[in-house]
Structures are given as C-alpha cells and as structure tokens.
C-alpha cells in the first residue's frame, strides 16, 4: 500500500510560480513510477511531467520549458516547480505512483488546487 499527500497548490497571478509537493509513504520500495496528473473542469485528467520506470523525465508539451519535475535522494517526495503559469494552467493537481509488487498498481493523491488569475 502506498498514500501520498500533495501540498502547494493555491492561487497566483498569470506570470507567477508554485512549487508542489507530494510525499509517498508505505511501500517506497516498491515505487516505479511517480508524477503528477491535472484535471481541469470538463476536461479529462491529463499527464503533467513524471519519473519513469527507467529514470527518466517525462513531460506534457504545454508543461516543457515552464515546469520542472525533480525529486528528493530517498525518492519519496516529488517536487512540480511550475513557472510562467497561464490561466488554462488551472486545475486539480493530483500526485500519481505506480508500485511493482506481484503486479503494477495505481496511486493518486486527493488533489490540490491550482488557480491562475488575475
């Protein structure tokens, strides 16, 4: 079992900057992927950035150049450092892990706001 809990989201003018955080507990050992999804209302969910199961960086197109996603040395806790934020940036931010044990499980966050406005 894993929980993760997301802190940092709020609201900021367009331009400004937020930083998010989620912390993984429970079965770290088992983490292979971690990352961070947004929905926006009437839109679907949708990849932000992530570490990949090879170790890799993963990002969406409108989030390249603007956010950066980087993680703690124990591998619990992912950063979102979300920079030049734009009002079509607004959204739940929900934190995501993958686990590998006998098989491959999901974990989300319960969310945390973004709100970009003037």
């Known amino acids: 079992q894993l929980q993760l809990v997301e802190f940092g989201g709020g609201s900021v003018q367009p331009g400004g900057s937020l930083r998010l955080s989620c912390v993984a507990s429970?079965?770290?050992?088992?983490?292979?992927?971690m990352g961070w999804y947004r929905q926006a209302p009437g839109k679907q969910r949708e990849l932000v950035a992530a570490?990949?199961?090879?170790?890799?960086?993963n990002y969406a197109d409108f989030a390249r150049g603007r956010f950066t996603i980087s993680r703690n040395n124990a591998g619990n806790t992912v950063y979102l450092q979300m920079n030049s934020l734009r009002p079509e940036d607004t959204a739940v931010y929900y934190c995501?892990?993958?686990?590998?044990?006998?098989?491959?499980?999901?974990?989300w966050g319960q969310g945390t706001q973004v709100t970009v406005s003037s």
């Open positions: 995501h892990a993958v686990t590998i044990v006998a098989g491959a499980e999901d974990y």
């Open positions: 429970g079965s770290i050992s088992s983490l292979s992927v």
């Open positions: 570490f990949t199961s090879a170790d890799t960086t």
